[in-house]
């Protein structure tokens, strides 16, 4: 039987709607959750009651817990005599996927909701729900039926069952090893295990059995093995092939799951297991034996690592050869002896290729055998070699670690060996640190205690220090109220320093004293709720005098406010390419839309990066980034036309995200003569959006790869990718449209542009410093280079770029304008003529413009249906300016901040910096006069000129009072569109006289 359970605690209600009459209300409010219903203490008239009471409800099947919910509803107890009489104040659901371990969870403050159309609710209500293993905890028991309004006294028949626990019982178990496993994968192991149950009769109350009895909310079997196999399969869908792209037939019932190998071409391998050798012969003169082996198919050769003076190593090593390159039909498997001048030979094994079997995942692993070696004339030895030989695919488990032929160049003891492999990375979990310094008291000056110190406090986490504005201390105490925040990543393992400094000349500065708070400490909090601020005591920096300890009565104390805001979601890319968008705490995620699927194929016509035997060759790799999983293809060396083969599968969140993929030549492969690699060079990156994507769609393209560098854009190649995005529900992906596409804080309580620029650029170094211990680590140019670390760099040609698009925007209504003074200018007599019987047509009916409106853009729509983009959007150099883009330009993008460049091109460009700059100032202030010039209309700045449209206004109201509406508009028409013999070339009258008006551009310096 499952000991999983979910647990409760009901924090408190506010602002809850009065039920009884006299502006009050006794709630309480009760749980449900998979058929089990419990209830809590009723607190009496009370808007805003508090109850911190904790229930635990058992979890029947682990594999069904996240589609399950559950249910809080609060209601408000009757003073009638029915004991079950209660009023409805609102509810809380919550799905199972939101439930997180005990570590995890946080207080929510959930607005109550409706339970029907015509219910009247306010309020919120603050949950905390969280899973545990822990086997100690007990769930909570229903009791039965109890006057809501009486409190008798507890009764041993009414008390739960569960024994108070420790709230580190969880712990000290899983040390003493009695801790039991369980398949339920969201809770890992040392976590801190929740406090056990309060079991006191006025806590638990349950509904009678007769009147209001509660079915669990279990699946039944059938129902139940859907659940667990899903979301439904979609159709199989077919992978194009240049560039085409196809969709599924209808009558195709064919279930599919998410993470077999069929966007990508099978590669074919023959796989080798070198696993350990038995008896291995010593040497005669060393009397030891260094082994290794050497395995060898036509001109390819693998080799293991060597083991020192071991006569039974253990290898487990797994080597795979290309299918379609292999050279012969014998398996050659050598043990050798390394030495100093020859290595001896131990002996042999060989393998018949013909008699190979194959093995298709999810087939369990090939056992080994045990073969005899043999010598070079062929007699069999008394040593043992444990081997496996299976012909399988990419798609193999193995493959991931395995020596490739085309690797077997490299030493497998050689650092660059493991830069080859393919990895998956993960991201650690971002968090936001706000810390407000507010005061600091019992602050004694290091020189004269009469005059007051200037002090500040820096605060650092890790590499990331702010620092407060210095002030005096007036009586020994210091006021700041600044604010900082940190990005901190789990787990955590800085601390939070917080310094008090004194300046005591110059800029050098004394520390006072410290104080570290572990980040693991401090309260998480995932909504705007108000965090009780703390006094806490300083240490002293250094030795500690004992002297000046009893001369000084009292420590320096400090008043702070620190808390982990999990509402947020931790940029570390910029917004318009943002991959995920989820907030931090994991109560707040909502389940998953759907599975992006990617197949990265292959690369054509790759620029050579470096010389390998006096030819142009590339060391190519892949990276694809989707939320905080990164994966990393294999490196295929000495190709230009490397073939990856490799799928990998995301979970998505939201549709208006961003998969970005990009490729690398690989330098750890080859290091220079002081043994230090040089820097990847990015060869160029793909984004697809996935909102562009249709659903059930696999969509096959080359994509061309552009690199930026100073003497231009250059094509470094082509990527062919296979995209699919499966939705689960269609439904679902619609309403999302139609959410917040970011979470609540964002909005609720948004940080500054600047804020959010640094707290950018701290979480990008945070994730390089995490992703770059991993071995093998992911490089940090490789980070940089796809989380775009320095798109908010100046750029003459994004400028430009970004000026083409805000012109191209515009472009129909320019052309719309265009259009209507040909029409005005009768270029088209006829044309004129019908735009005339138009417009008349829609003044006499007015009722019909908006309908017209909104049928030409439904008709637009129609039309762009059948003509829609059959591939995702790429990289288009011509939007992107690149093209008509001088080096001069491109080096300056391209420098590093500060630049490294000579002081003369800086000066050069810093005075093109500033023609740039002045023509864009004079436009904003040309748009400033003709703004200030309608304010000054009625301002009397011009007495003349106010005295005319003052009593144009007066004449205007009379007239539009008299005239109907209609007659108006059409005479203002016909006079636009009037023929052009009726026309002048010298400006109109109005436009004269707008631009007489003044400006306050005259009182400008």
Not at 648 to 659: F, G, I, Q, R, S
Not at 746 to 756: G, K, N, S
Not at 812 to 841: D, I, Q, Y
Not at 968 to 992: D, I, Q, S, W
């Amino acid at each position: 039987m499952s000991t999983l359970k979910v647990g409760v605690e009901v924090g408190g209600a506010q602002n809850l709607m009065a039920k009884e009459g006299q502006g009050s209300s006794s709630s309480f409010v009760e749980l449900q959750f998979a058929g089990q219903k419990l209830r809590t203490s009723t607190k009496e008239k009370d808007l805003n009651p508090v109850w911190d009471e904790r229930f635990y409800f058992n979890v029947p099947d682990p594999d069904l817990l996240p589609h399950l919910a559950l249910e809080a509803c609060v209601y408000s107890a009757s003073g009638s005599s029915n004991p079950s009489s209660k009023s409805f104040l609102g509810k809380v659901r919550l799905a199972g996927t939101s439930f997180v371990p005990y570590s995890d969870a946080v207080l929510l403050q959930c607005p109550l909701e409706k339970r029907g159309i015509f219910s009247r609710v306010r309020g919120e209500l603050g949950l905390k729900v969280y899973v545990t293993d822990d086997p100690s905890i007990q769930p909570s028991n229903p009791l039965p039926t109890i006057d809501p309004f009486a409190n008798p006294p507890p009764s041993p028949i009414f008390r739960a069952q569960a024994p108070p626990a420790s709230p580190h019982a969880g712990v000290s178990a899983e040390k003493k090893g009695t801790r039991s496993r369980h398949s339920f994968h969201h809770l890992p192991k040392g976590k801190r295990s929740p406090p056990a149950a309060k079991s006191t009769a006025n806590e638990m109350r349950a509904e009678p059995s007769a009147t209001a009895r509660v079915f669990a909310a279990v699946p039944s079997s059938s129902s139940a093995a859907a659940v667990k196999q899903g979301f439904k399969a979609t159709a199989k869908t077919y992978a194009g092939v240049g560039g085409q792209t196809f969709k599924p037939p209808m009558g195709n019932t064919k279930k599919r799951t998410g993470g077999g190998y069929d966007l990508v071409e099978q590669m074919r391998y023959l796989f080798v297991r070198v696993v350990k050798g038995r008896d291995l012969a010593a040497m005669e003169l060393a009397g030891t034996v260094d082994p290794y082996v050497e395995v060898r198919l036509g001109n390819y050769r693998g080799r293991t690592r060597t083991f020192e003076k071991n006569q039974n190593p253990e290898w487990n090593q797994v080597f795979a050869f290309a299918g379609d390159k292999l050279q012969a039909s014998e398996l050659e498997v050598v043990v050798k002896d390394k030495s100093l001048l020859r290595d001896d030979h131990l002996g042999m094994v060989r393998i018949d290729l013909n008699g190979v079997p194959d093995r298709v995942p999810p087939d369990s692993p090939l056992a080994p055998e045990w073969y005899r070696l043999e010598n070079k004339k062929g007699e069999k030895l008394m040593s043992e070699l444990m081997l496996a030989v299976w012909l399988g695919s990419q798609a193999d488990e193995t493959f991931p670690d395995a020596v490739l032929s085309d690797e077997t160049v490299i030493s497998e003891e050689s650092a660059a060996s493991s830069q080859l492999r393919g990895k998956v990375y993960h991201a650690p979990r971002l968090w936001y640190v706000r810390v407000k310094i507010i005061e600091a008291q019992d602050i004694v000056p290091l020189g004269d205690e009469s005059k007051p110190a200037e002090v500040r406090v820096s605060a650092q986490v890790g590499r990331q220090i702010h620092n407060t504005k210095l002030v005096q201390t007036r009586n020994m105490a210091a006021i700041w109220g600044d604010e900082f925040m940190f990005v901190v990543a789990e787990p955590f393992e800085e601390h939070l320093v917080l310094t008090l400094q004194e300046k005591v000349g110059g800029s050098k500065n004394e520390d006072r004293g410290t104080l570290p708070v572990h980040l693991a400490n401090l309260e998480k909090r995932a909504d705007d709720r108000p965090v009780l601020p703390i006094w806490r005591v300083l240490e002293k920096p250094g030795l500690i005098d004992v002297d000046q300890l009893k001369k000084n009565k009292f420590a320096t104390r400090l008043h702070i406010i620190a808390h982990l805001d999990g509402g947020y979601h931790v940029f570390d890319e910029p917004i318009q390419f943002s991959s995920d968008l989820r907030p931090t705490a994991r109560q707040l995620w909502k389940g998953a839309l759907g599975l992006l699927e990617i197949g990265i194929r292959h690369a054509v016509e790759l620029s050579p990066i470096k010389n390998h035997e006096g030819k142009g060759s590339c060391d190519a790799y892949c990276v694809a980034k989707y939320g905080n999983k990164w994966v990393r293809t294999r490196t295929v060396p000495n190709s230009l036309q490397p073939m990856f083969n490799e799928q990998y599968t995301w979970e998505v969140y939201e549709p208006a995200t961003v998969l970005t993929v990009a490729v690398f030549d690989n330098s750890q492969v080859q290091v220079d003569e002081k043994g230090s690699a040089a820097r990847d060079t990015p060869m160029g990156k793909v984004r697809i959006r996935l909102s562009t994507l249709e659903a059930g769609r696999v969509y096959t393209s080359l994509y061309p790869l552009l690199a930026l560098r100073n003497s231009g854009v250059k094509k470094m190649g082509e990527l062919q990718l296979a995209v699919r995005f499966s939705s689960m529900s269609t439904m679902n992906l619609i309403s999302m449209y139609f959410k917040p596409l970011y979470p609540k804080m964002h909005y609720t309580r948004p940080l500054p542009i600047q804020d959010q620029q640094r707290l950018r650029s701290r979480a990008v170094e945070v994730v390089v410093a995490r992703l770059g211990r991993m071995e093998p680590p992911l490089r940090k140019e490789v980070i940089e280079y796809v989380s775009e670390v320095s798109s908010d760099a100046w750029s003459m040609r994004k400028g430009r770029a970004n000026f083409f698009r805000f012109m191209a925007l515009f472009s129909g209504a320019v052309a719309m304008w265009n259009w209507f003074g040909e029409v005005c200018r009768w270029k088209n007599p006829s044309t004129t003529v019908l735009v005339h019987v138009l417009f008349f047509v829609l003044l006499g009916f007015p009722e019909l413009i908006l309908p017209t409106a909104f049928l030409y853009m439904f008709t637009t729509g129609l039309w762009n249906y059948f003509h829609r983009p059959t591939q995702a959007p790429r990289m288009d150099m011509k939007l992107s300016r690149a093209d008509d883009t001088s080096p001069d330009d491109l080096d300056e993008e391209l420098d590093t901040f500060p630049s490294s460049r000579a002081a003369d091109l800086i000066r050069h460009r810093y005075d093109r910096l500033r023609h740039v700059a002045a023509q864009a100032v004079t436009i904003a202030g040309d748009i400033a006069t003709k703004g200030e010039r309608l304010q000054t209309l009625l301002s009397w700045r011009d007495p003349r000129a106010t005295f005319i449209f003052w009593v144009f206004c007066l004449v205007a109201a009379l007239f539009l009072y008299v005239v109907p509406f209609k007659v108006v508009c059409c005479v203002f028409g016909f006079y636009v569109m009037r023929h052009p013999k009726f026309r002048t070339k010298l400006p109109m009258e109005p436009a004269n006289f707008f631009r007489r008006l003044p400006a306050r551009i005259d009182s400008l310096l």
